[in-house]
């Protein structure tokens, strides 16, 4: 059974580890993670369609507890504990502490009188007729306690003032931890100091582009500093990584990489114009992944230069789901001329509508083809590992335009953007 305890307006933890409300979801994953064999059954909770608008959930149903992150940024913004008030006595799921003082346990029983006692005196309740709820908020805490419609307190007393046969009164059937004064207004709250861990972290990326070709990514990051009285603080910096820099290059501008990770096989080769020149490589292209960015970078074996760009969005359905931070790019393109038949002359007219397309990591696959001409047939691209031959995501499809491939999930959401050097004869994704 775990012990936790419960700081409003921050955490759910113990002295080993703590769900931060704030946190990346990755985070929380890495902390259940560390906890196998004491936190089992673990579930996640996405909507394929509807990445964007339905909650990312974490479930952890043998525990009574459910982690609730923002769709968007994908950060911690509420935490639900759920308790078994039909069977009261198989309240033995976890154990709940509040400035060390233990309000639920099997030997004590989460009451009115009991939070009241651990809790201080709040504002009165409020009560769900539909729901035939009472819920006692606290900033950053609320309690619900289920109340029969016939026992329905009044305006004036609250809680506090039912009349319950035998001198039982209802215990908590649910408790949530989040920001600000009641749950309807929560929010999830900026990635908190104590999740930063001297990772670098990113704002948002701007791709560079000049004459219709891609010359690198600026960079807008943000990571922990410190101050004169060395106390420590968000720290904003912007970089730029150009094709052609050199390791040396990136590494000072970023600092040293979460993974190098080695090409042994481009299985991608045979869309190049010399697939049939496979001549053994003594040297492989290398990666730089910085996960906490969302991007990887890929040097050239020979050159060790920068020839490739990956910014991955972080899709829940994806088969690189929880790897990377989403990365925040903003990527300008002009809209492509398109020839329209004119109803009077009966000639072809070019049509440019003004202005550039901003594309982002939450743009829709349909809305940028649209406005662009990518490559009509796409590559299909299924992902598998060795050790697992299957990938339950499915196929994702690649889209060629100008320097550009457009990973594409089923959903239409975009899974990842690949820039590569324009002057290659062909990308390899």
């Known amino acids: 059974m775990l012990e936790l305890e419960v700081v409003p307006e921050r955490s ?21 993670q560390s906890q196998v064999g004491i936190i089992k059954g673990v579930q996640v909770l996405y909507s394929d369609m509807n990445p964007l608008t339905v909650d990312l959930v974490i479930s952890l149903p043998q525990d009574g507890i459910r982690l609730i992150f923002d769709p968007v940024v994908q950060r ?15 309240m033995k799921l976890v154990k709940l502490k509040y400035c060390g003082l233990t309000f639920n346990s099997p030997e004590v029983l989460p009451s009115i009188e009991q939070i009241e006692h651990s809790f201080g005196a709040t504002h009165p309740g409020v009560y769900d007729t539909e729901k035939q709820l ?58 908190p100091l104590c999740c930063y861990h001297n990772h670098l972290y990113m704002e948002r990326a701007e791709v560079l582009r000049e004459h219709l070709h891609t010359t690198g990514i600026r960079l807008h990051l943000f990571t922990e500093g410190s101050s004169r009285i060395l106390e420590p ?32 096989e481009d299985k991608m080769k045979i ?54 931070h989403r990365c925040e790019f903003h990527l300008a393109l002009p809209p492509d001329s398109r020839q329209q038949q004119s109803s009077d002359a009966g000639q072809l007219i070019d049509v440019s509508p003004p202005g550039s397309i901003m594309i982002s990591a939450y743009t829709k696959w349909d809305a940028i083809s649209e406005q662009l001409k990518p490559s009509e047939r796409p590559v299909v691209l299924n992902r598998a590992s060795s050790t697992n031959t299957t990938n339950p995501f499915g196929s994702t499809f690649c889209y060629g335009y100008q ?21 290659r004869s062909g990308p390899d994704v």
């Open 76 to 90: 911690l913004k509420y935490i639900y504990l759920f308790f078994q008030i039909i069977e009261i006595y198989n």
């Open 12 to 32: 759910l933890g113990c002295e080993q580890w703590e769900f931060i409300l704030g946190m990346h979801f990755s985070q929380a994953v890495a902390i259940i």
């Open 134 to 191: 009472f819920v006692l908020n606290f900033r950053g805490l609320s309690f619900c306690f289920p109340v029969e419609s016939k026992f329905q307190p009044g305006y004036a007393h609250g809680l506090g003032s039912l009349q319950f046969p035998n001198g039982s009164s209802p215990v908590v059937s649910r408790t949530s931890v989040y920001t600000g004064n009641n749950l309807a207004e929560s929010r999830s709250p900026a990635l």
């Open 233 to 264: 603080r968000k720290q904003c910096l912007s970089r730029e990584v150009l094709f052609g820099d050199t390791c040396q290059d990136v590494a000072t501008a970023l600092g040293a990489p979460s993974r190098i990770f080695y090409k042994a």
């Open 271 to 324: 869309h190049s114009p010399n697939a049939h020149r496979r001549v053994a490589a003594r040297r492989s292209d290398f990666f730089y992944n910085y996960f906490t960015l969302g991007m990887d970078i890929l040097f050239d074996a020979k050159t060790q230069k920068v020839k490739k760009f990956v910014l991955h969005t972080n899709y829940p359905g994806h088969y690189n789901f929880n790897m990377y």
């Open 403 to 423: 320097d550009i491939i457009f990973e594409v999930m089923p959903n239409n959401y975009i899974a990842s953007v690949t820039l590569y050097a324009g002057e």
